[in-house]
């Protein structure tokens, strides 16, 4: 396995459109998070799934905000009518449930949102 | 609530020895991680520590005491690729199993 997935790399939208980011975790890995980090900042919670079950939300995931992961595998991150505050880098994480990995989290290479 | 603090900037030469130092708050301490990011790319996996001590990996260690709030990671023989932000994270059981990140501290390494 090459490690967690993400697409696209980049996006560049106009205020007010909708765009969805997919993450692909590494297999087997139950655990799934999303983060948005933005210049000088550190990576800050988004949401986490644990298979299909979305079981923690961030209050910074407003109403515009919407993760789904389906089959307890891929997920996806929908942003709705977007703001030029939304600009950032959109990161995804992954856990496996058990074993000498199971506190790490593997970061994927992210998806970097401009809003213009 | 959580509040995690480290040093912005760091500057160091090749060969030496450098100290990261992280302090944090938290309501239900679970572990800390430090982990390292280049300008661009994903964070990757440093070290964890949940029990007071060091943790020692090749030219990497870090150390934790719970009870004074306060983590270092120690970067031994630096060479030029080490140049990249470090994050220190927390992980706090009143607030789930995500991680809580400080904002890194960018550290140059120099010839």
């Known amino acids: 396995d090459t490690g967690v997935s993400q697409d696209p790399r980049h996006k560049i939208t106009k205020r007010g459109q909708n765009v969805t980011f997919r993450c692909d975790p590494i297999s087997e890995h139950n655990r799934l998070y999303w983060y948005r980090q933005t210049l000088g900042q550190g990576p800050e919670f988004l949401t986490y799934?644990?298979?299909?079950?979305?079981?923690?939300k961030s209050r910074l995931l407003s109403d515009r905000f919407s993760a789904e992961r389906p089959k307890g595998s891929f997920s996806t991150l929908e942003i709705q009518r977007t703001e030029q505050g939304d600009s950032a880098m959109y990161l995804c994480a992954s856990s496996p449930p058990s074993g000498r990995h199971n506190n790490e989290q593997f970061f994927g290479p992210g998806t970097r949102l401009t809003v213009l | 609530g959580q509040n995690i603090d480290q040093p912005t900037e760091m500057t160091a030469t090749e060969g030496a020895i450098v100290q990261i130092n992280c302090t944090y708050q938290?309501?239900?301490?679970?572990?800390l991680f430090w982990y390292q990011q280049h300008a661009g790319e994903a964070p990757t996996f440093l070290s964890y520590n949940v029990l007071d001590g060091l943790e020692e990996k090749g030219r990497f260690s870090s150390f934790l005491s719970r009870s004074k709030g306060y983590s270092y990671l120690l970067l031994k023989e630096l060479q030029m690729k080490d140049s990249a932000s470090y994050l220190c994270?927390?992980?706090?059981?009143?607030?789930?199993?995500?991680?809580?990140f400080g904002k890194g501290t960018t550290l140059s390494v120099s010839s």
């Open positions: 994270a927390v992980r706090d059981n009143q607030a789930g199993t995500a991680l809580i």
């Open positions: 799934f644990q298979n299909e079950a979305q079981l923690e």
């Open positions: 938290t309501s239900g301490f679970n572990g």
